[in-house]
């Protein structure tokens, strides 16, 4: 069985029943959730002596995953047992649910990073940057009551940025475009391979057969009878069936922009329609490495007739006393996370 401990303070606790890892490209936050069951008359039954908030860190073979804080704790004890479930999440997830107290919440002249650094410094988070972050901002401005997930989404939005936390519980900027590409592989054949599943999901629910963006040129008004409306047009041609979408931008733009968001969207769209689940023995490739999400991996799979690049979004990492290490991964197309920037907000031009 892998080994999984959990480090509170000076403790090191081990010995769980159950542990489930889960990293996504999808969250801002990592998530482990240990379970441990002990009949009173084993040597070692003895309660782990863990309260919530407390810092904590994951470890899987010795690596660390998870980095944060304890979530929450749940507690049953009976006449002769007890069974303790722990929620560890990285420190990131504080990001979530606390607000902004900065008054004015503005920047000015600020790139993503320094904007994002700022937000996460009273939480004690710091930001790195894989990639070029962009021009500065202008101006920036924070709703009151905004929580600090909610902004740096938005700063993400505006420069076509991914975030997610790293092993040491802070945040990452980066882009799906400047995912490494791994030695590691994936193969799913009937008497070989490392894939022991696969899970599929393929859906039509949002793609559409075109693609229609418009706005209006600098200046003018929708409401007057000189605004001159700007479209750009893109095509799904893996959706059969006829239905448009018209999507009304929210800053204007020239027709090369709204060309690049109608495309943008069409391809992020198609690539996130379909989603491929593989469970592999083990928490590593054959590289020695853990599987990692933001990482290309190339994927042979004989039984549903694929072979190509795919990228992991994300990993979850499970271990028990009756089911050995496995890792469940789902694999994108790299374009469902290469996404466009969105503009810049023009405060005091007059359009609608």
Known sequence: MGEVKLYIGGMIWSGWTETT?????????????????????????????????????????????????????????????????????????????????????????????????????????????????????????????????????????????????????????????????????????????????????????????????????????????????VEGRAKDHGMPLYCPLVIIADEPGGTAAMTELATTTASINAARAESREYVVAGWRGASGRFWDINKKVSLTDQIEGFSGQRLISKAVFTVSSSVAEETRLTLTSPAAYELVAEPDEKPGEVWS
């Not at 790139?111 to 700022?118: C, G, R």
């Not at 996460?120 to 894989?130: L, N, R, T, Y």
């Not at 990452?172 to 995912?179: G, N, R, S």
């Not at 559409?208 to 418009?214: A, D, E, G, P």
Request: glycine letters at 6%.
């Open 21 to 229: 890892v889960t990293k996504s490209l999808d969250a801002m936050f990592g998530e482990g959730r240990l379970s441990l069951t002990r009949k009173f008359g084993d040597s070692d039954a003895t309660v782990p002596s863990v309260r919530v908030g407390q810092t904590a860190r994951i470890t899987l073979d010795g690596e660390t995953l998870i980095s944060g804080f304890i979530h929450s704790r749940a507690l049953e004890v009976d006449d002769d047992a007890f069974d303790l479930d722990i929620t560890v999440r990285d420190k990131t997830a504080l990001l979530s649910k606390g607000c902004i107290l900065n008054d004015p919440a503005e920047w000015k002249n600020q790139t993503a990073l320094q904007i994002i650094t700022e937000i996460c410094k009273p939480f004690g988070i710091s930001v790195s940057a894989e990639v070029p972050v962009g021009k500065a901002f202008a101006k920036f401005t924070a709703q009151p009551g905004d929580t600090a997930q909610k902004v740096i989404e938005k700063i993400c939005r505006h420069r076509a940025l991914i975030c997610y936390a790293s092993s040491t519980g802070n945040l990452i900027l980066t882009t799906a475009k400047a995912a490494a590409v791994t030695s590691d592989e994936i193969r799913l054949h009937p008497s070989q391979g490392n894939a022991l599943s696969l899970s599929l999901s393929d859906s039509l629910e949002d793609r559409h057969s075109v693609y229609v963006c418009r706005t209006q040129d600098r200046g003018s008004d929708w409401g007057s009878s000189e605004h001159s409306k």
